[in-house]
């Protein structure tokens, strides 16, 4: 399948900092990315669609202006995670629609955000 | 909007021998995907297996199999001759093809596969 790369894979940032997670898609071009939410041993939660050269659409109850998406190319969509607080810590993970598979999701392998 | 039910928080599977992980939805649609995603401990989403709902055969990709009742809104996984590395949570997940173009997926709550030697 195709690759999706994710970077930081983790990150420790004081409370009140910022902190950016990268998403790629290494062999294709994604018009369409998503950035999911994952508690333990939950489900994934998806926190917003990003699609390339637009404002992305947030699921309700995500606050657009703590977690700032930003698709600048078919290639890369990166999430800021804005003033981050503790109860932010939690597992991010991006995927993105291959449209030469049906637009079939690969998911990057996710970060895991600690903030002190 | 559509729901996807999995009722089995864990199932446990000797090596060699075969599990069935059931996944319901709920949907008032006729066209749409359905998908299996593994999550090993590493928590890399893979891709197992995907069905199109006008698609009546079911999809097979080498051990893993889908049995998949569109009537009954019902598509299970089955798991043969497991095998340790597929310990893991398994994630039953549908997609729209009528009212998203975008590949929005809604996923189940989950079923944590454990395999014993």
């Known amino acids: 399948g195709a690759v999706v790369s994710q970077h930081p894979s983790r990150v420790i940032c004081k409370s009140g900092t910022s902190v950016k997670i990268e998403c790629r898609s290494l062999d294709f071009q994604a018009t369409t990315m998503f950035w999911y939410r994952q508690f333990p041993k939950k489900s994934l939660m998806l926190m917003a669609t990003s699609n390339e050269g637009s404002k992305a659409t947030y699921e309700q109850g995500v606050e657009k202006d703590k977690f700032l998406i930003n698709h600048a190319s078919l290639t890369l969509s990166t999430l800021t995670v804005t003033s981050a607080h503790p109860e932010d810590s939690s597992f991010y993970i991006c995927?993105?629609?291959?449209?030469?598979?049906?637009?079939?999701?690969?998911f990057g392998a996710g970060t895991r955000l600690s903030v002190l | 909007a559509q729901t996807v039910t999995q009722s089995q928080p864990e199932m446990s599977v000797q090596e060699a021998e075969t599990v069935t992980l059931s996944c319901t939805y709920d949907?008032?649609?006729?066209?749409?995907?359905l998908f299996w995603y593994k999550q090993p401990p590493s928590r890399q989403m893979i891709l197992v297996i995907r069905q199109e709902a006008y698609k009546q055969q079911n999809a097979t990709e080498n051990r893993f199999s889908v049995n998949f009742q569109k009537a009954a809104k019902s598509f299970s996984l089955k798991i043969s001759d497991s095998q340790l590395g597929d310990a893991a949570m398994y994630f039953c997940a549908y997609r729209s093809r009528i009212t998203d173009s975008w590949g929005k997926l809604q996923f189940g709550a989950g079923t944590q596969v454990v395999v014993t030697p």
């Open positions: 949907t008032s649609e006729s066209d749409y995907y």
């Open positions: 995927s993105a629609s291959d449209p030469g598979a049906k637009n079939i999701q690969y």
